[in-house]
Structure formats: structure tokens, C-alpha cells
């Protein structure tokens, strides 16, 4: 476990480089790990694939934004099931496998709409303004956990509030938002990290090790080191390793967030692991689901 001192050298080094969305993959290292870690994109988790093409079906959304397209997986679950996407992130080196994936398609009529481009949360309509000009959509998504790479430079969370109101903006009235982050009460509380998840569905082992940095009593990051053993028939080879940071979102504090974003006019529903909540104790994941005023 890393001491308190090698946890805030790393924090101020992590601030010092923040330029408005930080990007963790810039080095390319954590990107091409990213696929060992997702596993196969035909095999999504049951909950989570059932629940979010389900609930867009069920609200007849057809224009999606995926706002955190990463490597391109949910874009490619979503256009599978028939969706017209526009795939965006900050991360020049996570697109490259998305448009790779794009490239390996083209013989698939369903791709030829994808539109994938870079872009950053805290300028999202004005980026969206430049390729597709006059544009909402009727979902937009951000999940994985991906908001949470969004640190909070200034302490009070107003570059997150910024980016979840340009959500709210590039929807159509009556859209919907999806958007997740870690139950990091629990894991704040308790120093770790569930190693499977609903998002991962890799064959390889994998370990985290979790570090929060807690200043002035509370905490301000956490860091997740990940390590993934690639393995063929069951024979493990040299392990893979790479190191995220993210901001401890508190279940309370982030639905206030979101509630203001929409002005407190939209409807928000919660989700434990793509289930109600009632249904799971202690969840790895909270799922939010806004809908945006109609008028």
C-alpha cells in the first residue's frame, strides 16, 4: 500500500498536468490493456446489456451519443442492435481502436453511419457543433465509470458540473442520460475495489489495488492499479499493468449534481448493478438514469 506522502506526491502530479479532461491514456499503455480488460465485445454482461438496450427500445431512442466511446465497445453493442451512433472522446489513443473497429466493419452496412470523433466534456454541444451542426440526440451515454476520470481541480466539482449540464444540452427534449460511477462510499469506507464488474467480462485474472487519498477528511482520489495476467489455456504469461485515477463520487453529492444539471425538472431513476435497488445491498456500480424535461 502506498504511503500518505507517495499518495499526495502523486495527486499534486496528477494536478499540475490536468488540462481540462485529463487523458489517463495518453501514453497509450492503459489504451491496448483496455481490450484485456473488457474481454469479448459479442459477450456484454447479461444485466447490463439487457437493461440499457431494453430501456432505450422501451423509450424509442434511435439517435445515441456515446460520450465516453472508449475503444468503441458500447458503440458496436449499440449499432449490432440497430442504433444510429455518434461516438466521441478525449482520448486520441482510445479512438484509434475505435476507428479500427470501424475500418475491420466497413463491409457491414450498419457502420457506415458511425461517426467517430474527438471530444471534450467541457466543450460537448460546441465540439458536437462543428461535425454534426443543429444536432440533440435521443440518449446520450457515459458509463464504465468514465466520469469519474474527470478530477476536481478546483475543489468544487465545477468542471463536473459543467459537463453534466452540456449532457443535459445535447439531448432532445424528453432524452435520456445515462450515466454511472463506482460506489465509492464503499469503497472509501472499506479500501477496496471489486475485481469483476458488470462492464468486464475478460477470461484473464485480474487484480486492483486500491489507494484513496483522503485530504482534510475528505476524500479526494482514488487510485486503482490494475493487473491484468494475459493467460492462454489456463497458463499465465507476464502480467499486464497500469494505473487509473479517479474522483470518489459520493452517491448523495453526485445525485444533487445531476438533479441541477436538468434544473431539477427531469426524472431520475437510480440502479444498483442495471438492477433496483433494493434488489442489491451493497452495489458495485450506481447507474443514473435521467430523463430530460419534455417542454
Given at each position: 500500500?502506498p504511503?500518505?506522502?507517495?499518495?499526495h506526491?502523486?495527486?499534486?502530479s496528477?494536478?499540475?498536468k490536468?488540462?481540462?479532461?485529463?487523458?489517463?491514456?495518453?501514453?497509450?499503455?492503459?489504451a491496448g490493456?483496455?481490450?484485456?480488460?473488457?474481454?469479448d465485445?459479442?459477450?456484454?454482461?447479461?444485466?447490463?446489456?439487457?437493461?440499457l438496450?431494453?430501456?432505450?427500445?422501451?423509450?424509442?431512442?434511435?439517435?445515441?451519443?456515446?460520450a465516453?466511446?472508449?475503444?468503441?465497445?458500447?458503440?458496436?453493442?449499440?449499432?449490432?442492435?440497430?442504433?444510429?451512433?455518434?461516438?466521441?472522446?478525449?482520448?486520441?489513443?482510445?479512438?484509434?481502436?475505435?476507428?479500427?473497429?470501424?475500418?475491420?466493419?466497413?463491409?457491414?452496412?450498419?457502420?457506415?453511419?458511425?461517426?467517430?470523433?474527438?471530444?471534450?466534456?467541457?466543450?460537448l454541444?460546441?465540439?458536437?457543433?462543428?461535425?454534426?451542426?443543429?444536432?440533440?440526440?435521443?440518449?446520450?451515454?457515459?458509463?464504465?465509470?468514465s466520469?469519474?476520470?474527470?478530477?476536481?481541480?478546483?475543489?468544487?466539482?465545477?468542471?463536473?458540473?459543467?459537463?453534466?449540464?452540456?449532457?443535459?444540452?445535447?439531448?432532445?427534449?424528453?432524452?435520456?442520460?445515462?450515466?454511472?460511477?463506482?460506489?465509492?462510499?464503499?469503497?472509501?469506507?472499506?479500501?477496496?475495489?471489486p475485481?469483476?464488474?458488470?462492464?468486464?467480462?475478460?477470461?484473464?485474472?485480474?487484480?486492483?489495488?486500491?489507494?484513496?487519498?483522503?485530504?482534510?477528511?475528505?476524500?479526494v482520489?482514488?487510485?486503482?492499479?490494475?493487473?491484468v495476467?494475459?493467460?492462454d489455456?489456463?497458463?499465465?504469461?507476464?502480467?499486464?499493468?497500469?494505473?487509473?485515477?479517479?474522483?470518489?463520487?459520493k452517491?448523495?453529492?453526485?445525485?444533487?449534481?445531476?438533479?441541477?444539471?436538468?434544473?431539477?425538472?427531469?426524472?431520475?431513476?437510480?440502479?444498483?448493478?442495471f438492477?433496483?435497488?433494493?434488489k442489491?445491498?451493497?452495489?458495485?456500480?450506481?447507474?443514473?438514469?435521467?430523463?430530460?424535461?419534455?417542454?
Open positions: 500500500m504511503t500518505y506522502q507517495e499518495l506526491s502523486r495527486a499534486l496528477i494536478s499540475s490536468i488540462e481540462t479532461i485529463k487523458d489517463q491514456y495518453a501514453d497509450g499503455k492503459a490493456i483496455y481490450n484485456l480488460l473488457i474481454g465485445s459479442n459477450q456484454r454482461t447479461k444485466y447490463y446489456k439487457d437493461f438496450i431494453g430501456m432505450l427500445k422501451k423509450n424509442n431512442c434511435k439517435n445515441i451519443l456515446d465516453a466511446c472508449g475503444t468503441g465497445i458500447d458503440s458496436i453493442m449499440l449499432i449490432d442492435e440497430g442504433f444510429k451512433v455518434v461516438s466521441v472522446d478525449a482520448s486520441d489513443k482510445m479512438l484509434k481502436y475505435a476507428l479500427k473497429a470501424r475500418w475491420d466493419m466497413r463491409q457491414n452496412s450498419k457502420y457506415d453511419q458511425w461517426v467517430i470523433e474527438e471530444a471534450n466534456w467541457e466543450t454541444p460546441q465540439d458536437i457543433e462543428t461535425f454534426l451542426p443543429d444536432t440533440q440526440f435521443d440518449a446520450v451515454i457515459c458509463l464504465g465509470n466520469f469519474a476520470h474527470l478530477l476536481d481541480e478546483y475543489g468544487d466539482q465545477r468542471m463536473q458540473k459543467l459537463c453534466l449540464s452540456n449532457f443535459a444540452k445535447c439531448l432532445k427534449p424528453g432524452g435520456l442520460l445515462f450515466i454511472d460511477h463506482r460506489n465509492y462510499d464503499a469503497i472509501v469506507n472499506s479500501g477496496t475495489t475485481g469483476h464488474t458488470f462492464y468486464f467480462n475478460s477470461k484473464h485474472p485480474v487484480d486492483i489495488n486500491t489507494s484513496v487519498l483522503v485530504v482534510r477528511g475528505e476524500p482520489l482514488v487510485i486503482l492499479d490494475y493487473c495476467y494475459p493467460s489455456d489456463g497458463e499465465l504469461k507476464e502480467a499486464r499493468e497500469f494505473s487509473l485515477r479517479y474522483y470518489p463520487h452517491l448523495s453529492t453526485f445525485t444533487s449534481m445531476l438533479d441541477e444539471a436538468f434544473e431539477n425538472r427531469a426524472r431520475h431513476h437510480i440502479y444498483g448493478d438492477q433496483p435497488l433494493d442489491v445491498p451493497v452495489p458495485a456500480f450506481y447507474i443514473h438514469v435521467m430523463q430530460k424535461a419534455k417542454n
